[in-house]
């Protein structure tokens, strides 16, 4: 699975994007290390604040099917700006994920790489509640 296959994967599935209230369409594609990907679009819904990200519909469909270890996610927009992912989802990929690579991307390419443990320094993790 190159990066660029991943890419369409996530462009893939931002196509099913529910994004009636920000008209701001996500798409994630995560890879597993034994190379299954997981895609994700964001949810969101009338009281706005239940909006799901992609990145986590991508990260609770993998758990919820037995998917734990991971190698690393793309994210589209068709922003100009490559998107990050939002705080919490940097939370729950370091939780869930650990430090994967996170390629922001628009609809042609990848235009970023970033380590997640760079993009999330001094997490707040399980060790943390010993
Ligand atoms: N969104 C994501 O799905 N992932 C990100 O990395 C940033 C934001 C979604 C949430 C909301 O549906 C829309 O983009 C605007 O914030």
């Known amino acids: 699975m190159t990066r660029a296959q991943l890419l369409q994967a996530a462009r893939k599935a931002r196509t099913q994007a529910i994004c009636t209230y920000s008209g701001f369409a996500v798409g994630a594609a995560l890879l597993s ?10 949810i969101e819904n009338a009281s706005y604040g239940l909006t799901v990200c992609a ?35 940097r939370q729950l990929l370091w939780e869930f994920a650990g430090d994967i690579e996170v390629l922001l991307g628009d609809l042609q390419q990848v235009r970023e790489s ?15 509640l010993r």
């Open 55 to 89: 990145e986590r519909v991508a990260l609770w469909k993998a758990l919820s099917e037995g998917i734990t270890r991971f190698k690393r996610i793309v994210i589209v927009t068709e922003s100009p700006v490559p998107t990050p992912p939002c705080g919490a989802c």
């Open 33 to 42: 290390r034994d190379g299954q990907v997981i895609t994700g679009c964001n």
């Open 114 to 128: 970033h380590q997640l443990r760079a993009l999330f320094p001094t997490p707040f993790g399980a060790r943390n």
